[in-house]
């Protein structure tokens, strides 16, 4: 079946140092790849997405990177701080509707 | 607009009973869908209704079931409950269909003793 395997389970940076996480997806048709950001006790929130028409994409210190052909994506945080401490979530989408498959999810934390 | 919110927040439950989630999507959203959030299995698809429709489903038991109404609300329902249901149950709504953003709401915590 469907399955997206998300890596490392737990990140642990240095203030104003770079985090990476990667995510590799199964299923071929799969053409949306969003990432959530959690914070303890709050809902997910999306911080970036990606189509599968695009092989990067970028928002201030936040980027994601795709290769379909290699069925994976990247999720890369620059000059991090404190406030990004939560858990991220990859996910690969269905072009079939608002279905999400979700990785495992990362635990990041920024260390001041 | 107001976000996406889910009622009731918190719910205890036994095991057998069954309970009735609620999921009223952010306004002129079409499509909701539903996960399960546990610590051991993360974030699950369980169903998407769109146009009161299921357009899609997971790979959970007949105990779980869902409908959408006409304003585009939405409920699901688990049947016969185990201890195993004990979760985060999260919706999220979004305007139609694929590669767009998903908005969650903030879940209903069910606990089933």
């Known amino acids: 079946g469907e399955n997206v395997e998300q890596h490392p389970s737990t990140l642990s940076v240095q203030e104003g140092d770079s985090a990476v996480i990667k995510c590799t997806y199964s299923d071929s048709a799969s053409n949306y790849f969003p990432w959530y950001k959690q914070e303890l006790g709050k809902r997910p929130q999306l911080i970036i997405d990606i189509r599968s ?53 990362t635990i990041l934390r920024v260390k001041s | ?72 609300r939405s409920e699901m329902n688990v049947s016969t409950l185990e201890l195993g249901d004990s979760a985060l149950y999260l919706c999220a709504s979004s305007p139609s269909g694929g590669d767009v953003e998903q908005f969650f709401g903030p879940g209903t915590r069910l606990t089933v003793l």
């Open chain 2, 1 to 72: 607009k107001a976000g996406v919110t889910q009622t009731p927040r918190y719910l205890i439950k036994t095991r057998g009973q069954q309970v009735t989630l609620s999921c009223s999507p952010i306004s002129g959203h079409r499509s909701v869908s539903w996960y399960q959030q546990t610590p051991g299995q993360g974030l699950q698809f369980l169903f998407e209704y769109f146009s009161e429709t299921q357009r899609n489903k997971g790979n959970f038991p007949g105990r779980f079931s869902g409908r959408q109404f006409s304003n585009s």
């Open chain 1, 53 to 105: 028409n695009v092989g990067e994409k970028k928002d201030q210190r936040i980027a994601v990177t795709l290769n379909k052909t290699a069925k994976h994506f990247s999720l890369h945080i620059t000059e991090t701080q404190p406030e990004d401490s939560a858990v991220y979530f990859c996910a690969a989408g269905s072009p079939y509707g608002n279905k999400l498959v979700f990785g495992a999810g």
